[in-house]
């Protein structure tokens, strides 16, 4: 599917700023286009990235940003690095823009989480012109938890789902202000009762990373152990750092190897 005209308008002048492939772009092609949702009632900006060389329908990575931050956040050199370094089996990106500490999930402030599998993800397939059949989710932190919950709503939509530093909590009382409304959100949306339940993410490879300096780090390690105990498919990592932007950064060239594998392995 062609790019729309603002879209397109948008990821040329892009290209043309940066000598079509010097360090601020790998030679890939940034697309922002908004999303007027009619779910939450307001527009966000979202960001998309198209790789390098001829277009042809590639698998989506929908990538999710942290607490406090925002899609801009996650345009590291490194992300573009990694994405060219992927080849012809780099997929399309969209960082969805979830606002401060939506946790992308449906809320009393709005239906984060319809907001993303209805609106956003549609949206990207078009302006990107990726496989809706071949459709990753993954995030940081914030981000992370949300493309565990998401995954775990509709795990038949997705062909493979990861966190990186994702934040989890085994009970209410641990959970910071702000990333639920209160301790029934919290039950609604309680992913260690969902693994505990068996198998939430089916036969979809799933990836959990966290610092060994993380604070996240022991619930993080025990969701893992947990969904490895219910027969998922889970690659686990514990590397040196803590919870901060040069750790992920550190690690994004793994992150979206993994996605990408698991998008030229998926068949919908």
Do not use: K
């Amino acid at each position: 599917m062609r790019l729309s005209l603002a879209a397109l308008l948008v990821a040329t002048a892009a290209a043309a700023g940066c000598s079509g492939g010097t360090p601020q772009t790998f030679g890939t092609r940034i697309v922002r286009f908004d999303i007027h949702s009619r779910l939450l009632g307001r527009t966000l900006g979202q960001i998309g990235i198209t790789p390098a060389g001829p277009h042809h329908r590639r698998g989506l990575l929908v990538f999710l940003h942290g607490s406090g931050g925002r899609p801009d956040d996650l345009l590291w050199d490194e992300t573009l690095r990694a994405l060219r370094g992927l080849g012809r089996r780099a997929p399309d990106v969209v960082f969805v823009n979830g606002d401060d500490h939506s946790y992308y999930h449906d809320r009393s402030d709005g239906p984060w989480g319809s907001y993303v599998l209805r609106e956003a993800v549609p949206a990207a397939v078009r302006e990107l012109g990726a496989d809706s059949r071949r459709v990753a989710i993954g995030g940081i932190s914030m981000g992370g938890f949300g493309a565990f919950n998401l995954a775990r709503l509709e795990p038949r939509r997705f062909c493979a789902v990861g966190g990186h530093s994702p934040a989890l909590w085994e009970a209410a009382a641990a959970t910071p202000a702000g990333a639920f409304d209160d301790a029934a959100d919290f039950e609604r949306n309680d992913l260690f009762g969902a693994a505990r339940a068996g198998s939430p993410y089916g036969n979809m490879p799933v990836w959990i990373d966290v610092g060994a300096s993380d604070s996240l780090r022991p619930a993080d390690t025990a969701f893992a152990h947990l969904l490895r105990a219910d027969g998922e498919h889970v690659r686990f990592h514990v590397w040196p750092g803590e919870h901060a932007s040069d750790y992920w950064r550190a690690h994004v060239d793994a992150y979206f190897r993994f996605y990408a594998e698991a998008l030229a392995a998926c068949r919908r």
